[in-house]
Structures are given as C-alpha cells and as structure tokens.
C-alpha cells in the first residue's frame, strides 16, 4: 500500500469516527432536550395537581365556614324564639297573677258583706 493510500483510509476512518461522535453527542443532547421537557411537563402537572388540591381545600374551608355560620344564625334564631316564648310566659304569669288578685279581692269583697250581715 502506498502511504498516501494508507494517509486517506486514516483521513476517512477519523472523519467517519468524528461524525459518528458528532452524531452520538447531537443524540445525546438530543435526549437530554427531551428528558428535560419530559420533567418539565411532569412538574408542570404535579403542579397543577398541588393548585387543584389547595383549591379544592379553600372550598372546602369556605363550605365549612358557611355552614358554621349557618348553625350559628340558626343557634341566634332559636335563642330569639326562645327568649320569645319566655316573655309569652313571664306575660302569662303577669296576665294570671292579676286575674288571681282580683279573684282575692272579690273574694274578700264578699266575705266584708257576709261579715256585715252577721249580727
């Protein structure tokens, strides 16, 4: 062989071998590209999965504390009627009371002229 036959075949096994090291480092960025946008995509939606859950929390929060409130308009509602219907009886009491003195006092009425009829 002679050596500039030898020099080429040299030339051409170093050019193959740096594209084929081109080639597997453009592969290799190539996949390394697509693995960060994979990661990026799977933290993207485990991040909207944290948003859905704390969403999904403050909703629930806010039911709560509605319904919270609610028991305690209903609590303020049954101690107005409660109170209410205490004022009815203290009123009933009052209204019988009365009804009583004066049942007394024509009581004692009649018992002065039973008493002034007896010798």
């Known amino acids: 062989m002679s ?6 075949v040299v030339l051409v ?11 597997v480092l ?5 996949l390394l590209l697509v693995l960060v ?4 995509l799977v933290l ?4 909207l999965l944290v948003l859905v859950v704390v969403l999904l929390l403050v909703v629930v929060l806010l039911v ?12 303020l509602v049954l101690l ?5 219907l205490l004022l009815l009886l203290l009123l009933l009491l ?6 009583v003195l004066l049942r007394s006092r024509e009581a004692l009425h009649r018992l002065e002229e039973l008493s002034a009829r007896l010798p």
């Open 94 to 99: 009052v209204l019988v009371l009365v009804l």
């Open 26 to 30: 453009v592969l290799v960025l190539v």
């Open 13 to 23: 096994v170093l050019v193959v071998l740096v594209l084929v090291l081109v080639l």
């Open 64 to 75: 709560l504390l509605l319904l919270v409130l609610l028991l305690l308009l209903v609590l």
């Open 44 to 47: 993207m939606v485990v991040l």
């Open 3 to 8: 050596p500039l036959l030898l020099l080429l």
């Open 37 to 40: 946008v994979v990661l990026l």
């Open 80 to 84: 107005f009627l409660v109170l209410l």
